[in-house]
Nanobody
């Protein structure tokens, strides 16, 4: 499956952005869709994930209560709604798919397909 992440941009602190992850060639059915981010000089870190069928979600502690994740079945797209953004949220955001069990939603190695990333910059 090929993934296309979009929606990044420049936003002021406390602002909002919505990222999209669309799949071409096939549905997300049977997959977990995860969002990761990587700031300059930092390792890629887990942000959030959702099971396409069933809707189980998981969030990193750093974004809990500020970010939400949703699915649009008609558009075969997963959204990451980011509110109350902070400068430390600045990073390239990637979406990925895999088949981890719930307890392993945040295990990077279990995601096999990755999108190209979209840059989010939060100014103070």
């Amino acid at each position: 499956v090929q993934l296309q992440a979009s929606g990044g941009g420049l936003v002021q602190a406390e602002g909002s952005l919505r990222l999209s992850c669309a799949a071409s060639e096939r549905s997300f059915s049977g997959y977990v869709v995860g969002w990761y981010r990587q700031a300059p000089g930092q390792e890629r870190e887990f942000v959030a994930a959702v099971r396409w069928s069933g809707g189980n979600t998981k969030f990193a502690d750093s974004v809990m209560g500020r970010f939400t994740i949703s699915r649009d079945y008609a558009k075969n797209t997963v959204y990451l709604q980011m509110n109350s953004l902070k400068p430390e949220d600045t990073a390239v955001y990637y979406c990925a798919t895999g088949r981890p069990i719930y307890s392993a939603f945040d295990q990077t190695a279990l995601y096999g397909a990755w999108g190209q990333g979209t840059l989010v910059t939060v100014s103070s």
